[in-house]
């Protein structure tokens, strides 16, 4: 009894299982149906940009020093003080100016002097020798006199101009118009003058007017080039966009210890790149670090269709068998779709980033295109922008957007 139950449930599942696998081969529409993603042609912007990071400047910067040795006596002006061309900014101490100067003029009062005696005395024994009244000696003498105080006396003429240089230096004063950003000296601080200039105050020009110093990377150099628009954030002001354009790109050896343009590593060069950034309300300051964009590819006002509705061709599996392909001989085409029928547009390309491609000529603004085909449900369920189809499973090869797989999964 119980073998017979057994064969009885087994005859069951065996009909059962036929009877699913009859409604699946009669019913592959239910489960494989095709539809179209579609896009439309329109007016658009195309770009394509390359990261890099850099640091706010002032476009004129310049490090005011002293040439002398000495204290500072006088300082007339801190931090963020506006200055003008000329303007005195400090003064160092003049007592040991004042006396080298006075030196140099006693020593240059009696080269002169000297001068003056020996050039009398030199033309008389001139006029002498050329009468036979005086010996060759005693001319070569004077000569010899005159040549040696002519020699001091313009020595001593060029020690008296230097030492009145000098003291003038003892008078610093901002050689242009700005704003003092730095300020590494304090009243009665000695500084001391030898190969290399001591700073005194750093004066940056006009702040409405800023730069960015951009480091990029060598292997997106290529594609940077002047007039280029670019823009940039500071961590300061996270949600504003400042705009600017690449003014000059930094060529020269790998040193950057050397004060080159560009820096290495042992596995990274980057090469300095120039961004005007125009500062009207001052809120970008000196030494701030910028998050750069910089548009290698940058169009507006185009028509445009995704890239994929250019790879996109129809034909089995990917259209149904009732479905009518229109074609025609071109190197670029888009297609469209009218019931069941596909007709191909040869269209002229412009410039493409991946992404989107610029159409020329050949279709109009509002066209709608295919771009691909994707797993679609039955007619008149179709999610907006898929067209549904008429048959045919979808190819391996042509996988469909994730969240049109997520709702699938679900």
């Known amino acids: 009894m119980n073998k017979k139950k057994t064969i009885l449930a087994s005859a069951i599942v065996l009909v059962a299982a036929g009877a699913g696998i009859w409604i699946a081969r009669s019913h592959p529409a239910a489960k494989h149906k095709i539809g179209y993603a579609t896009a439309v042609a329109s007016i658009g912007e195309i770009s394509e940009s390359v990261t890099a990071t850099g640091t706010i400047e002032p476009v004129t910067e310049v490090e005011v020093g002293t040439q002398v040795s000495g204290i500072i006596d006088k300082i007339y002006v801190d931090y963020n003080s506006v200055v003008k061309e000329g303007q005195l900014i400090a003064e160092m101490d003049r007592?040991?100016?004042?006396?080298?100067?006075?030196?140099?003029?006693?020593?240059?009062?009696?080269?002169?002097?000297?001068?003056?005696?020996?050039?009398?005395?030199?033309?008389?024994?001139?006029?002498?020798?050329?009468?036979?009244?005086?010996?060759?000696?005693?001319?070569?003498?004077?000569l010899y006199n005159y040549r040696m105080a002519k020699s001091n006396y313009d020595s001593s003429k060029a020690a008296l101009a230097k030492a009145e240089r000098n003291?003038?230096?003892?008078t610093i004063t901002s050689p242009i118009n700005g704003v003092v950003i730095s300020k590494d000296v304090e009243e009665g601080q000695t500084v001391a003058s030898g190969f290399e200039t001591p700073t005194l105050f750093t004066i940056a020009a006009d702040l409405t007017q800023m730069q960015v110093v951009a480091d990029v990377d060598e292997a997106d150099i290529g594609g940077v080039c002047e007039g280029q628009r670019a823009t940039f954030t500071v961590d300061a002001y996270p949600d504003?966009?400042?705009?600017?354009?690449?003014?000059?790109?930094?060529?020269?050896?790998?040193?950057?210890?050397?004060g080159s343009s560009t820096s290495s590593t042992s596995t990274v060069v980057t090469y300095e790149v120039v961004i005007s950034a125009p500062n009207p309300d001052l809120k970008l300051k000196p030494r701030l670090t910028a998050n750069i964009s910089i548009y290698t590819l940058d169009r507006k006002g185009?028509?445009?269709?995704p890239s994929r509705a250019l790879r996109f061709t129809p034909e089995t599996p990917l259209i149904g068998k009732d479905d009518v392909v229109n074609d025609c001989q071109a190197e670029h085409k888009v297609w469209t779709r009218e019931g069941n029928t596909f007709t191909a547009h040869a269209v002229e390309t412009g410039i493409s980033n991946g992404i989107d491609t610029e159409i020329t000529s050949g279709i109009a603004e509002g066209t709608v295109v295919v771009t691909e085909a994707v797993m679609g449900e039955a007619p008149g369920n179709a999610p907006e922008g898929i067209q549904p189809g008429n048959g045919g499973e979808r190819s391996p090869f042509m996988p469909g957007p994730p969240d049109r797989k997520k709702k699938q999964e679900k």
Not at 115 to 132: F, G
Not at 167 to 170: E, K, M
Not at 243 to 256: F, K, P, Y
């Open 240 to 258: 504003d966009v400042f705009e600017g354009t690449v003014m000059q790109i930094r060529l020269g050896d790998a040193s950057s210890s050397s």
């Open 95 to 142: 007592v040991t100016l004042q006396s080298e100067l006075a030196s140099q003029q006693a020593a240059y009062d009696g080269a002169k002097a000297e001068y003056e005696y020996q050039q009398k005395t030199y033309e008389r024994n001139k006029n002498l020798h050329e009468q036979q009244l005086i010996s060759d000696a005693d001319y070569e003498q004077s």
């Open 302 to 305: 185009v028509l445009c269709v």
């Open 167 to 170: 003291l003038s230096y003892a």
